[in-house]
């Protein structure tokens, strides 16, 4: 088997390689771009890594949990992670795959009362909660407090059903809803990783089609 | 008539937090819109509808 070359590229050849792909105004677009990630779950450890690859510049990862051993199914850890801060584990999965991403972690559980302060550094954020009532309370708080800010929610991406009734909608004003809006994890119908990570896609893809300046669904 | 996500419904006079129940949803797993203007948590039982207003309810799920 062959070796890699273990040398990490300069900062330099990791953009020129974006934008080689892209073209340089969106790899700049996605450069200067700040999204929020709350929750970093099946969601948003996929939405996160996807917007890493994608060349976003800076990301806010926002998590109060660790790894379990029960979250390896869907979620971007690794086993020698387990009880490690999720916030932790993931920048550090981060830095491997994109080593000048700009990440700052916040081991915080997000309130109403404490959402002004942790999210005014972003344009975009990502609710990528487990729970319905904290979806709705982060959703609530952040069209209340910053009417300005585009949020994209996860919703609906339990069981076995179709990838196909994974969609994106633009609901209110600058609230995307981004699942099935149906399927829920509280039936006891489980989540699985490539369904779970469709409706990650479709949350990371609507923040870079929002950087790119597509803000239709 | 009020319209709820584009059905008209006959709720004219009642409050949010009533429509909310009459029509199953849990109060805590959703977001409501009135005329295009997010109504807070805090307002359901005060914001009563009116004729012609259009109502957007987003309901959240468990899972992620």
């Known amino acids: 088997m062959e070796t890699g070359d273990n040398r990490i590229p300069t900062r330099e050849e990791m953009y020129k390689a974006l934008e080689d792909r892209m073209g340089s105004e969106l790899q700049q677009k996605f450069l200067k771009a700040s999204v929020a990630i709350c929750g970093l779950g099946g969601l948003g450890s996929n939405i996160a890594i996807s917007l890493a690859r994608a060349g976003v510049g800076h990301l806010h990862l926002i998590d109060f949990d660790a790894v379990d051993i029960t979250n390896l199914n869907r979620q971007q850890y690794n086993a020698d992670q387990i009880g490690m801060e999720k916030t932790k584990a ?8 994109a080593p000048y991403c700009e990440v700052k972690a916040n081991h915080i559980k997000l309130t109403r009362e404490n959402i002004p302060d942790n999210l005014s550094d972003v344009d975009i954020i990502c609710e990528a909660f487990d729970q319905a009532e904290q979806k709705a309370m982060l959703v609530n708080t952040v069209i209340e407090v910053f009417p300005e800010k585009y949020i994209l929610s996860g919703s609906g991406m339990a069981g076995m059903q179709s990838a196909n009734s994974i969609k994106t909608r633009r609901a209110i004003g600058k609230l995307y809803i981004c699942g099935d809006e149906v399927t829920d994890v509280d039936d006891g119908i489980g989540l699985v990783a490539p369904r779970v990570m469709t409706c990650a896609s479709h949350m990371a893809h609507m923040a870079l089609r929002i950087i790119a300046g597509e803000c239709e669904p | 008539m009020v ?43 005060a914001r009563i509808l009116k004729d012609d207003d259009s109502v957007e309810v987003v309901r959240f799920v468990g899972g992620g």
Do not use: C, T
């Open chain 1, 90 to 97: 993931l920048s550090e999965n981060l830095k491997k795959i």
């Open chain 2, 3 to 45: 319209k709820i996500n584009g059905e008209m419904k006959d709720f004219a006079g009642k409050n949010i937090a009533q429509m909310l129940s009459a029509m199953e949803y849990n109060d805590s797993r959703v977001a409501v819109e009135v005329n295009l203007e997010i109504v807070p948590k805090a307002e359901y039982d």
